[in-house]
């Protein structure tokens, strides 16, 4: 569900063209992909 969550919020940081938010979000995604590799 965490994925689910952060890509909603990149969703909303590109509606908002808030590039500060999509990226914050954009990074934690990137590591949740990769610690689920990992694992």
């Known amino acids: 569900m965490v994925i689910q969550a952060l890509q909603f ?3 909303v940081a590109e509606m908002l063209h808030d590039a500060e938010m ?3 979000a954009n990074k934690a995604l990137y590591i949740v992909l990769t610690a689920r ?3």
């Open 37 to 39: 590799e990992i694992k």
């Open 9 to 11: 919020k990149l969703a």
């Open 22 to 24: 999509w990226s914050a």
